[in-house]
């Protein structure tokens, strides 16, 4: 019955598309335009203490090798708080830190806010017990919810 309620769960949510979830990418509609939502994004990490690393924009990249990319640009970001206690439950979880959100407008115009899903990174790296996956994947999804929120 868990299985069958599950996949109705799994159905709802990719038809509706509002949010899907494949290979452990979380990815969320955004209503603003891809730069605004990027910057929203990074302005509420800054604000909550979050350390920025780097900001990347693959169709800036793309433009300097002649070639045309709609947005996508890439925010990695992190804090040791967060980031360590993770690592604390499996160190090979370090190859998938710091953090990093995806924002990128599709080819029908739709923006995306997408981040690695927390729990498929744990199970990754036989950490799925660890009791920082909860309180760092509410985190980040709250981010992404408040990014998003006109």
């Not at 290979?23 to 909550?48: C, N, Y």
């Not at 640009?73 to 499996?90: D, H, K, R």
């Not at 407008?105 to 996956?133: E, K, T």
């Given at each position: 019955?868990?299985?069958?309620?599950?996949?109705?769960?799994?159905?709802?949510?990719?038809?509706?598309?509002?949010a899907?979830?494949?290979?452990?990418?979380?990815?969320?509609?955004?209503?603003?335009?891809?730069?605004e939502?990027?910057?929203?994004?990074?302005?509420?990490?800054?604000?909550?203490?979050?350390?920025?690393?780097?900001?990347?924009?693959?169709?800036?990249?793309?433009?300097?090798?002649?070639?045309?990319?709609?947005?996508?640009?890439?925010?990695?970001?992190?804090?040791?708080?967060?980031?360590?206690?993770?690592?604390?439950?499996?160190?090979?979880?370090?190859?998938?830190?710091?953090?990093?959100?995806?924002?990128?407008?599709?080819?029908?115009?739709?923006?995306?806010?997408?981040?690695?899903?927390?729990?498929?990174?744990?199970?990754?790296?036989?950490?799925?017990?660890?009791p920082?996956?909860?309180?760092?994947?509410?985190?980040?999804?709250?981010?992404?919810?408040?990014?998003?929120?006109?």
């Amino acid at each position: 019955m868990k299985r069958i309620v599950a996949a109705v769960l799994s159905l709802f949510i990719l038809v509706s598309g509002s949010a899907w979830a494949a290979d452990g990418l979380v990815a969320v509609k955004s209503p603003l335009a891809a730069k605004e939502t990027m910057d929203r994004f990074e302005a509420i990490a800054k604000q909550r203490g979050l350390v920025i690393f780097a900001r990347v924009d693959h169709a800036a990249g793309a433009a300097k090798v002649g070639k045309s990319l709609r947005p996508t640009e890439v925010l990695i970001f992190g804090n040791p708080q967060g980031g360590t206690p993770f690592m604390e439950c499996a160190q090979s979880v370090g190859i998938d830190l710091p953090l990093k959100v995806l924002v990128w407008q599709d080819a029908a115009g739709q923006v995306w806010l997408g981040y690695n899903d927390l729990a498929f990174i744990a199970r990754r790296h036989g950490a799925s017990q660890c009791p920082a996956v909860e309180t760092l994947g509410k985190a980040l999804a709250g981010l992404a919810q408040t990014a998003i929120t006109p």
